[in-house]
């Protein structure tokens, strides 16, 4: 039955829908030169649908509604405002993008792949988190492939797609042998079967090893990271920024959910797992990302660290790790936005994305400039900015579940981080372009990306400066698991 508090829960998504379809409806009767301005259509949409949903959305005592399929609590509702934020600036970003912001269907996609994070943040059944995963997915392989002239481009969006529905295939066999062993798909149902003793420990982490095939690569954890730094280079920027962060939490969003509440009881085995993916995570990807070039690239590697760095959260299995986890999730969706949208702007006027070519931005564009030092300062955990607070949060996490080598060795990942991102603000502020006149050379910063990168890099501070109700939102999404 179809209540109101079925209607409350799922009103995101259903806002979602409703500008999908206003924007099927204009857009036919925009001549092509303004229809860059979908843009503005869907990021205020979705801001106003933020608004809405936090004053007449907000969760009350955890439900589940839609015949248990979603649950409504704190932690999908927190999720999916990071979500439709995401989109939001990454709508911005993308008008301004002269290969796609001009596309309709650029902004369906985005809406629609937006729809399925949402879902997978609040699913509460194997089969809702599945057809979520799949809802997300598909339009961003589309996405990722989307400037066909760009050879880069279709490689990036084979690529993706050719990993994912693989990934996705070994995830779905984990899915379905669960199911199998339990004869339910709801998730919070198989933790009681494990604790009367129905399925084997063998079999229990022979499954999750399968789901954490396709889980892992959504959130690119070494050894599943390998599509990211191709895909990343070939896609359009904005919707790199957008599968770096909006991607990304919705992952974690689903191995916090699915590992926290239906397998506690295996928490020794899987803990340690994930502590080791962990480790290698980090490594690895700060690691490949000293000898890069590319911008893009070296982000797509520093993603790849932070996933390890946020999996800490997640070992530590306890109230402060999973808030971690979502806190740390917002200062780093708020970041790497900003990151990529930098790389983006800084690309209309360079015309390249190697960080030597960015030898005196500083005095190209000192705010630019700025701004860049402020998303690159909090990527590597420097305060007072989003991420030192990100960073500390779960490496106490780590330090009060006794992981403490792995805290260690995230310390030392860090400091390898600080070098590299350093090391492009070295081009940025002390050299200069040669034989030329910086002030020849100026980099112009439209009004959408003006607008996007100030929103996005004061959060950056504020959510290193005022995190008290950062902390507090991420801890009451976080009691729901427990």
Not at 243 to 267: E, H, N, Q, Y
Request: glycine residues 10%; hydrophobic residues 55%.
């Amino acid at each position: 039955m179809f209540s109101p508090q079925t209607f409350v829960a799922i009103l995101p998504e259903i806002l979602i829908l409703i500008l999908g379809i206003l924007i099927l409806i204009i857009e036919p009767f925009w001549k092509e030169e303004r229809r860059s301005n979908l843009g503005w259509l869907t990021a205020v949409g979705l801001t106003v649908s933020i608004i809405v949903c936090l004053f007449t959305a907000r969760p009350g005592e955890p439900a589940f509604v839609l015949g248990g399929m979603v649950r409504f609590d704190w932690l999908g509702f927190l999720f999916k405002m990071f979500f439709m934020f995401a989109a939001a600036a990454t709508a911005l970003l993308l008008m301004e993008n002269d290969k796609v912001g001009q596309r309709g269907e650029v902004y369906i996609l985005l809406l629609a792949s937006t729809l399925g994070m949402n879902l997978m943040a609040s699913a509460s059944n194997l089969v809702m988190l599945y057809l979520a995963i799949e809802t997300t997915s598909i339009p961003l392989y589309i996405l990722a492939g989307f400037m066909l002239g760009d050879d880069k481009s279709t490689e990036a969006g084979f690529k993706y797609m050719l990993y994912g529905a693989f990934t996705s295939t070994i995830m779905l066999y984990g899915l379905s042998l669960l199911f199998g062993f339990s004869g339910t798909t709801d998730i919070y149902k198989l933790v009681e079967l494990f604790r009367v003793g129905t399925i084997s420990p063998v079999l229990v982490f022979g499954v999750l090893s399968l789901i954490i095939v396709g889980l892992g690569f959504k959130v690119s954890v070494v050894p599943f990271h390998f599509w990211a730094p191709d895909v990343y280079e070939g896609s359009p920027t904005p919707v790199a920024g957008f599968l770096s962060t909006a991607s990304k939490a919705a992952g974690f969003a689903v191995i916090t959910r699915l590992f926290f509440v239906a397998f506690p009881d295996f928490s020794a085995g899987w803990t340690m797992g994930l502590a080791v993916l962990s480790a290698v995570t980090m490594t690895v990807g700060n690691l490949l990302a000293l000898p890069q070039k590319n911008l893009k690239r070296l982000l797509a590697y520093s993603s790849i660290a932070h996933a390890g760095y946020a999996l800490i959260g997640v070992v530590a299995f306890s109230e402060l790790g999973a808030t971690s986890v979502v806190f740390y999730l917002a200062a780093y969706i708020l970041t790497n936005l900003a990151a990529f949208g930098i790389v983006m702007a800084a690309w209309r006027s360079i015309g390249s994305d190697e960080y030597e070519d960015y030898r005196g931005l500083s005095r190209r564009s000192p705010w630019l400039a700025l701004m860049m030092l402020a998303a690159f300062l909090s990527l590597a955990g420097m305060p007072p900015f989003g991420g030192f607070i990100a960073k500390v949060l779960v490496f106490a996490a780590g330090v009060q579940a006794d992981y403490i080598w792995l805290v260690v060795l995230g310390i030392l990942n860090s400091i390898v981080g600080l070098y590299y991102y350093l090391n492009v603000l070295k081009y940025v502020y002390l050299y200069r372009m040669a034989d030329e006149d910086e002030s020849r050379h100026p980099v112009h910063l439209s009004g959408a990306y003006a607008l996007t990168l100030a929103i996005l890099v004061i959060g950056v501070i504020l959510i290193g400066t005022i995190f008290g109700p950062w902390f507090g939102w991420s801890s009451a999404a976080a009691m729901n698991l427990f």
